[in-house]
């Protein structure tokens, strides 16, 4: 029982150790959508109720949401930021993130980014983000940014097989529907050719997604065309999230 007791005072030494002197890091979590009643749950969803009680967690916990402008300013070392930071990220577009999220982000106060496809924008169909909701957004819910998934790089996952002038090509389609300078890639999917067409696009910084990038918090000193989101979905237990946010990498 003490070598126990021994055990695990060391850890909890060594994580405050590591809190104290390790350089702040961004938790970039990334979303898709957000259900209400209804089991199973694809890997992609997230019933709502896990969701408010992970936003409930991170208010308690005393995190601050970060906007992609104060995102942009850490990433390019003009500013500092609270050890307990995150940047919260929906994926694709999804209506239900209007209808459920939105209202419990507005209630605990937290900030949000919605990365759109802007084809299914113009598609105007009931599950995805429609210029209207998005103008709706705007007015009703202040603390949500709208950013670029690509315009059509998305449905066919072919997106990584493309070339540079047919990455500028949709990258011009997309400033029709939003003007952004900032990217998530579909799939967290990327090349040169694709970070060149948005680095000559001026876009400021790209994300890439938990499976595609290494599955860690961001740091200033990675690259701003490649920073690492976590992946928040199904598959993982309440505990684990915390843990997630609480550990300093």
Request: charged share 30%; aromatic share 14%; with cysteine.
């Amino acid at each position: 029982m003490k070598k126990i007791v021994l055990i695990l005072s060391t850890l909890i030494i060594i994580l405050l150790i590591a809190y104290l002197f390790i350089p702040s890091k961004v938790a970039v979590l990334g979303y898709h959508s957000i259900i209400e009643n209804r089991i199973p749950l694809s890997e992609a969803e997230l019933d709502v109720n896990i969701f408010e009680k992970q936003i409930k967690f991170l208010k308690k916990s005393g995190f601050k949401s970060l906007t992609l402008d104060e995102m942009k300013c850490y990433m390019n070392k003009e500013c500092k930021i609270g050890k307990k930071s995150v940047l919260i990220t929906f994926d694709d577009g999804y209506i239900d993130n209007y209808k459920l999220a939105f209202p419990i982000l507005k209630k605990y106060d937290f900030n949000a980014v919605v990365f759109l496809i802007g084809s299914r924008v113009e598609n105007d169909n009931k599950t995805y983000f429609n210029k209207n909701y998005i103008e709706k957004t705007k007015e009703k819910y202040p603390n949500i940014e709208f950013a670029s998934h690509s315009y059509n790089l998305h449905d066919d996952h072919t997106g990584i097989n493309r070339n540079y002038d047919e990455y500028i090509k949709d990258i011009k389609k997309q400033h029709n529907i939003i003007k952004t300078k900032y990217y998530a890639y579909p799939y967290g999917e990327y090349n040169d050719e694709m970070i060149k067409a948005l680095k000559d696009s001026d876009y400021e910084l790209a994300f890439g997604y938990g499976y595609n990038v290494e599955f860690k918090k961001a740091n200033f000193k990675d690259n701003k065309y490649a920073i690492p989101r976590l992946a928040i979905d199904s598959s993982m237990p309440l505990w684990k999230f915390k843990l997630r946010m609480l550990l300093p990498f």
